[in-house]
């Protein structure tokens, strides 16, 4: 390590280079719109991502819908939480994971009645930020059209915020959201120790 790395000298001149570097980068990002965000990967988080961006919306005042794909066999504390507030449209579509509900067909019905849900949301102004919980996953078996899909998610109102989750986000949808995170694995309780799902943590 340098021997002057660490000096509040040497680190107030790589602050104030920095502070200056972002006030540019600040004052040319004036273009206002609606974003959409894709949260994918094997690692854990992306709902909770998801959910942590529903908290700030609402923190805002804002409308929020949330559709949840998959998930629906069990509660969450996301469920129970969200949907009693305000501001707050809240939909449990699915019927539980894929490898236990082992009915395709259903799967596809409760699937496309839950993007019948998400598209009237997508349409409607009055929603500010949409939650497409495990979106992904539907898309990866399959469940839905992908096309009608991305057509929904580009014509929805100027702007509408859009944040989908899930494994495995088809590359279609990579390229036209706007902010794109991919979470990876480098240790989790329940593959690597074999701790159960917890409260507050996973469910």
């Known amino acids: 390590m340098r021997e002057n790395a660490k000096t509040p000298e040497r680190h107030a001149q790589r602050m104030a280079a920095k502070q200056k570097i ?44 949330i559709v949840q794909f998959i998930k629906g066999a069990f509660s969450t504390g996301e469920d129970a939480f969200f949907r009693t507030l305000p ?28 993007w019948e849900i ?7 102004p009055s929603y500010d930020l949409i939650l497409l919980d495990e979106l992904n996953i539907a898309l990866r078996y399959e469940y839905l059209d992908l096309d009608r899909v991305l057509d929904d998610l580009q014509a929805r109102p100027e702007m509408q915020h859009v944040v989908v989750t899930g494994r495995y986000a088809p590359q279609q949808l ?27 943590i996973e469910l």
């Open 22 to 65: 972002m006030q540019e980068r600040i004052a040319r990002a004036q273009q206002e719109q609606g974003v959409l965000l894709v949260l994918t990967g094997p690692g854990k988080g992306k709902s909770s991502s998801g959910f942590g961006m529903v908290a700030r919306a609402l923190g805002h005042g804002m409308k929020v819908g």
């Open 87 to 114: 501001n707050v449209d809240y939909h449990v579509m699915g019927e539980g994971y894929t490898w236990d509900t082992q009915d395709r067909e259903r799967d596809v019905a409760c699937a496309n009645a839950a």
């Open 118 to 124: 998400a598209a009237a949301m997508l349409k409607d």
């Open 174 to 200: 990579l390229d036209l959201a706007d902010t794109v995170t991919e979470m990876k694995v480098v240790k989790h309780a329940f593959k690597d120790q074999g701790v159960k799902a917890q409260k507050g």
